[in-house]
């Protein structure tokens, strides 16, 4: 076994086979490779801009580095695990394509502030993505809310029927949850945005860097202001796992609304063919496994989320190597989101609404209950406690008659409260009910299509 060619000069023999498969991570760091190369050309210009390399090499580590970004795109580059990780695979390359210079790419530079740029500014353009995608799911939710701004639907509390709302209403509840998805997004990619770059392995370098530069040329606001810091800290990376596991725990919620929706004992709902699946043995089935399995999805996300922030804690600064276990619970929620965000979009996207089916079951019930109080409070004057009380002996009559509130005769309703008179039918139905509830933020289709509109001036 031969010795480490980047690092090797006080070893007389090279790893063992299990040292090599604990140690490697090229496997999955080579998703950073795009990102690593931006980092070497953005540290090989300075490098050669401060004198601290000559700019005949700077230029050499220049080509080189362009010459790997072309092969990575024709999908030629080596990957090899015998190279430990992407940095070392990109030196070892370049070393292959131009020789000496290639061994001063590394100078002010060390592996630990070099994974912590790479891995920022990927999860930084994660965030930017995961931004983009919730807001295709909100353009798809809130096309359903315009077509069915007045599609009627039972609204639930304890899932018992409990007034009536819209489905307009119900799609805009989710729009507002990704917005604020998307926030904490937003937010993350802007607090990660400082570069590790020049901190080199924790204690900054005494060559004359200008980790301005490099910060600029990376799109960073400016350099970390403590070198311990920049390579020890995955708070960013955390940040972003907390962002994808309470939207993917959104997603769940939405995800098992779609599977009770589209059961046959709720029919509200049908997926197209295209997200609907069948069965090996019951021809009649029309599963809806897309929604089960973003609403499953949340678990990996949220274990990603546990598992970095038991890798981190209480690790003592500066880099080890547990930090090289960052990655797969990274890619492994972006993965997982992005796939679940685009499989919502599309199955919202095309869903139709069976909007009598809605109403039907919105006739169950006794759902204008609150509405038989409220004009019992506004038109008798009655403390609403006692409202309350009479409409519960209304609906205990209509049960006991199997008929609606809006169908109870009015000598029922009078036996029970005498000053009822026959106005309170013009708030027992359904659609009065709907329409009443205009309070800021209220279901009634006036104030959905109010927010329709903030809606569709905002996406
Ligand atoms: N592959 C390593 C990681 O992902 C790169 C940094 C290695 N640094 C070191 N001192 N061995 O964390």
Not at 11 to 31: C, L, Q, V, Y
Not at 298 to 323: E, H, P, Q, S
Not at 418 to 432: F, N
């Amino acid at each position: 076994m031969s010795t480490n060619k980047m690092w090797g000069g006080r070893f007389s023999r090279g790893p063992d086979a299990i040292m090599e498969d604990i140690n490697t991570s090229i496997d999955f760091d080579k998703r950073l490779a795009e990102q690593d190369l931006a980092g070497s050309l953005a540290h090989a210009a300075m490098l050669g801009a401060a004198g601290i390399i000559e700019s005949a090499d700077a230029e050499k580590i220049r080509t080189g580095l362009e010459t790997i970004k072309a092969e990575l795109a024709a999908g030629t580059f080596p990957f090899r695990r015998s190279f430990e990780d992407i940095h070392l695979n990109v030196e070892a390359r370049l070393a292959e394509l131009i020789g000496d210079a290639a061994g001063r790419l590394h100078t002010a530079r060390s592996r630990n502030d070099q994974v912590a740029t790479d891995f920022r500014l990927w999860v930084r353009d994660a965030c930017a993505r995961a931004d983009l995608m919730l807001k295709a799911l909100q353009s798809a939710l809130l096309a359903q809310a315009e077509t069915h701004a007045e599609t009627i639907m039972p609204g639930y509390t304890h899932m018992q029927p409990a007034q009536p709302v819209t489905f307009g209403h119900h799609c805009l509840a989710y729009v507002e949850m990704l917005e604020r998805d998307r926030s904490r997004f937003r937010d993350a990619g802007k607090r990660l945005n400082e570069s590790p770059l020049g901190a080199a392995a924790l204690a900054g370098t005494p060559y004359k860097i200008d980790r301005a530069m490099t910060a600029k040329a990376l799109g960073f606001d400016g350099p970390m202001r403590n070198s311990l810091d920049a390579v020890s800290a995955r708070d960013f990376a955390l940040e972003y796992l907390s962002a994808c596991a309470i939207a993917a725990t959104h997603l769940s919620r939405l995800a098992e609304e779609i599977v009770l929706w589209a059961s046959p004992a709720y029919g509200f709902i049908k997926l197209s063919d295209a997200f609907s699946t069948g069965s090996s043995i019951m021809p009649q089935k029309r599963n809806p496994d897309a929604a089960e399995l973003v609403r499953a999805k949340v678990g990996r996300i949220l274990g990603a989320f546990v598992g970095l922030l038991t890798v981190v804690k209480g690790l003592a600064l500066a880099y080890a190597k547990d930090l090289q276990e960052d990655k797969e619970p990274v890619f492994a929620a972006h993965d997982a989101l992005e796939l679940s965000l685009a499989a919502m979009a599309g199955m919202f996207g095309d869903l139709t609404v069976d909007a009598p089916a809605m109403r039907r079951a919105a006739e169950k019930g006794y759902p204008t209950a609150t509405d038989l109080a409220d004009w019992v409070v506004t038109n008798l004057k009655k403390p609403f406690r006692e409202a309350h009380h009479i409409a519960g002996a209304a609906v205990a009559r209509a049960e006991s008659l199997n008929l609606s509130l809006e169908k109870l005769p009015l000598s029922e309703l009078k036996s029970v409260e005498p000053g009822i008179t026959d106005a309170i039918y013009k708030v027992l139905s359904l659609e009065a009910s709907v329409n009443a509830r205009t309070s800021f933020g209220g279901t009634a289709p006036l104030r959905v299509r109010e927010q329709i509109a903030f809606w569709k001036e905002r996406l």
